[in-house]
């Protein structure tokens, strides 16, 4: 009884660590494709800025602070104190939302810069947001366990979700903007899965 007993234990302690690796391959995975974005919106941004006329640049200069982005509706953190006292689980979910709110109008993404720019496919834009989320979503399963999502945020529509697309393409502000606001919100789901990652660590120094 005791040697079955043992099996019993061993092979529950293998089947945790293996989840447990999966898990963290899931969220490195996760981190390596949010850091490639922001990376990407970076560059798009500066692309556009170098593409544009000096006095197109003071016009620029002068929408700082961004005033509103489609994402200020999506309720997060508001700081770094804020961020790093918040649970795994809710980090997680707002990243989520932040990119679904990006799947739809990421297709435009590609008309706010000259074709001379070098800014990548649009499509690939899509579908890196795409199984970002995807990835998002396996993680939250995770970390509820089984348990049943109590998120009802999760399933409500954004309000104007189609905010960036009735931007006029000729527009230089609500080009900027809509840039902008990539760059900003792909920044913000890096610095969340940072901290997640390390709430999973259960380290209490998730320093940003």
Same mark, same amino acid.
């Given at each position: 009884?005791?040697?079955?007993?043992?099996?019993?234990? !061993?092979?529950?302690?293998?089947?945790?660590?293996?989840?447990?690796?999966?898990?963290?391959?899931?969220?490195?995975?996760?981190?390596? *494709?949010?850091?490639?974005?922001?990376?990407?919106?970076? /560059?798009?941004?500066?692309?556009?800025?170098?593409?544009?006329?000096?006095?197109?640049?003071?016009?620029?200069?002068?929408?700082?602070?961004?005033?509103?982005?489609?994402? &200020?509706?999506?309720?997060?953190?508001?700081? /770094? &104190?804020?961020?790093? /006292?918040?649970?795994?689980?809710?980090?997680?979910?707002?990243?989520? *939302?932040?990119?679904?709110?990006?799947?739809?109008?990421?297709?435009? !993404?590609?008309? $706010?810069?000259?074709?001379?720019? $070098?800014?990548?496919?649009?499509?690939?834009?899509?579908?890196?947001?795409?199984?970002?989320?995807?990835?998002?979503?396996? !993680?939250?399963?995770?970390?509820?366990?089984?348990?049943?999502?109590?998120?009802?945020?999760?399933? !409500?529509?954004?309000?104007?979700?189609?905010?960036?697309? $009735?931007?006029?393409?000729?527009? =230089?502000?609500?080009?900027?903007? =809509?840039?902008?606001?990539?760059?900003?919100?792909?920044? /913000?789901?890096?610095?969340? =899965?940072?901290?997640?990652?390390?709430? *999973?660590?259960?380290?209490?120094?998730? $320093?940003?």
């Amino acid at each position: 009884f005791s040697l079955v007993l043992l099996s019993v234990v !061993l092979v529950s302690l293998l089947v945790n660590q293996g989840r447990a690796s999966d898990n963290q391959r899931l969220f490195n995975n996760a981190v390596i *494709r949010v850091q490639h974005l922001h990376q990407l919106a970076a /560059k798009m941004i500066n692309d556009f800025e170098d593409s544009l006329l000096p006095e197109e640049r003071r016009q620029l200069s002068k929408i700082f602070p961004l005033s509103f982005c489609n994402s &200020d509706y999506i309720e997060a953190p508001t700081g /770094k &104190d804020e961020t790093q /006292k918040s649970s795994m689980l809710k980090l997680l979910r707002i990243s989520f *939302r932040l990119i679904e709110s990006w799947e739809f109008p990421s297709q435009t !993404l590609s008309g $706010t810069v000259s074709n001379s720019l $070098t800014v990548g496919n649009p499509n690939q834009i899509t579908e890196k947001l795409a199984d970002l989320k995807m990835g998002i979503s396996v !993680l939250i399963k995770g970390c509820l366990d089984g348990q049943p999502n109590m998120d009802d945020n999760d399933s !409500l529509p954004l309000p104007f979700e189609d905010f960036y697309l $009735t931007m006029g393409e000729n527009n =230089l502000r609500e080009s900027f903007r =809509l840039l902008a606001c990539f760059k900003k919100d792909m920044h /913000k789901v890096e610095t969340y =899965l940072r901290v997640a990652n390390c709430r *999973r660590s259960l380290d209490s120094n998730c $320093t940003l």
